[in-house]
């Protein structure tokens, strides 16, 4: 049985907001992906704010129909998003990334300006971790963030990269390195010294705006701070146990779909007189692909069954961890499979949408800490009497 840990209502809201999105998403998911249309992005972004959706993580903001919204319904909106168009899905997984530490370490003023508008979907956030010389080791940032206490201002000098929504977002959590460690700031589109060199091309997530930020002496009111000066690297890892639970659903809904793809095209394209999915060699991959995505499910709802009970910090990084790599690793997987099975119409666009699937699950094992690094946070969880390194 699929979506075993999930209950009667989960499966309720999965149903609501597959239709949902049926109507919103799927009628301009061919505008995103053909034309990289924004305004289709944009709609779609409205249309969940205003239906109360991207408040799903926030129970305290939420005012809807479900009696104990969570991370777990955040993760079925993922899910099913991705099912449709992936590059779609990022663009508010990025903001509700943005929302997340706004919620929890902003003042109340800044909760206003900034938080209240993203989740009503009439504005996007960023966060802005990566830089041209520090990737996975995000403890080695090189972003400086220095306080001027003449002009009670925070003063932001350096550069990221791979932004996402980077020059569309309304507001970016950045997080530099303080006297005492790492701290994060908000930082609003219009502040001075801030720049978007250029944004980048990918060979998937078309739709989806990925670029550069620049801080050349970029100044913030001193009520900018997130949390505490020097608390940054905390509330990166609470953002991170969240996107990476989020991206299980973004891995699930791709594989979901490439899945789908392939059982369909096994069972009525004709090979040497029987159905494709006769042939062992066929079926063999059907049933790889099956486990893994039951196993995918599994492993994502039950972090965020964790989440929604009450487990965060250190407590949730190797399940967190684990649905990120599971589920990742099985969209790919699943990308692969599926365009072999379907031999010449799997690279072409006009027999359909596998090689567009194929390109999009790329980044997936990338985004949000590779493989690699969730591998090195599961073990370190794994090994504790001994210290393992990256
Ligand atoms: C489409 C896209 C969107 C993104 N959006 C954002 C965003 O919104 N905000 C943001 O801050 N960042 C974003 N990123 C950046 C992303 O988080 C980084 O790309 C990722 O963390 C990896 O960093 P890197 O690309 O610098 O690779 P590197 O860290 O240079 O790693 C390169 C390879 O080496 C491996 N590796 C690194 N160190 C080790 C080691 N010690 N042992 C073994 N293997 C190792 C990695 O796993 C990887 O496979 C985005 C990236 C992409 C592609």
Redesign the pocket.
């Known amino acids: 049985m699929r979506d075993f840990l999930l209950d009667d209502a989960d499966r309720a809201f999965r149903t609501e907001v597959r239709d949902f999105l049926q109507r919103e998403l799927l009628p301009r998911a061919a505008d995103i992906e053909d034309r990289r249309s924004w305004d289709a992005v944009k709609h779609v972004v409205r249309a969940l704010g205003a239906a109360g959706y991207l408040k799903l993580m926030f129970p305290d903001l939420y005012k809807g129909k479900l009696a104990h919204p969570g991370l777990t319904h955040a993760t079925i909106l993922s899910e099913e998003a991705s099912y449709i168009n992936y590059a779609f899905e ?1 663009t508010i997984a ?1 903001a509700l990334s943005c929302a997340y530490p706004l919620h929890r370490h902003a003042s109340e003023r800044l909760r206003d300006t900034y938080l209240t508008p993203i989740l009503e979907g009439t504005a996007i956030g ?5 830089e041209p010389n ?5 403890a080695g940032m090189e972003t400086r963030i220095d306080f001027d206490e003449m002009r009670n201002e925070w003063v932001i000098n350096g550069s ?1 990269r ?4 980077a020059s569309v977002a309304d507001v970016y959590i950045v997080y530099g390195l303080t006297s005492d460690g790492m701290t994060a700031v908000a930082v609003p589109k219009n502040a001075k010294g801030m720049s978007f060199p250029r944004n980048y091309t ?1 060979m998937g ?1 078309r739709g989806c705006i ?1 670029g550069e930020v620049g801080f050349d002496d970029c100044r913030v009111p001193a009520d900018h701070l997130l949390g505490e000066k020097g608390g940054g690297f905390r509330i990166m890892r609470g953002m991170f146990n969240f996107e990476r639970a989020i991206l299980g659903g973004s891995g699930l809904g791709v594989a979901r779909s490439a899945f789908d793809i392939a059982t369909a095209h096994a069972q009525t394209r004709k090979s040497f007189g029987q159905a494709l999915g006769c042939k062992q060699l066929i079926w063999d991959k059907i049933a790889q692909m099956s486990w893994r995505i039951d196993a995918s499910e599994l492993i994502t709802y039950r972090a965020t069954k964790m989440y929604d009970a009450g487990a965060d910090g250190r407590a949730l990084m190797k399940e967190a961890a684990m649905a990120k790599l599971v589920a990742t690793e099985t969209a790919n997987y699943c990308a692969n499979e599926t365009v072999q099975i379907l031999g010449g119409d799997g690279i072409t666009k006009e027999y359909g949408r596998a090689e567009q699937i194929y390109r999009d699950a790329r ?1 997936l094992t ?8 969730a591998k090195y946070l599961i073990a370190g969880r794994d090994l504790p009497d001994i210290r393992i ?2």
């Open positions: 990022t990025t960023a966060i802005c971790v990566t520090v990737g996975s080791d995000s990221k791979y932004i996402s929504n990918f997530r990925v980044a990338i985004v949000g800490g590779t493989s690699e690094v390194t990256l």
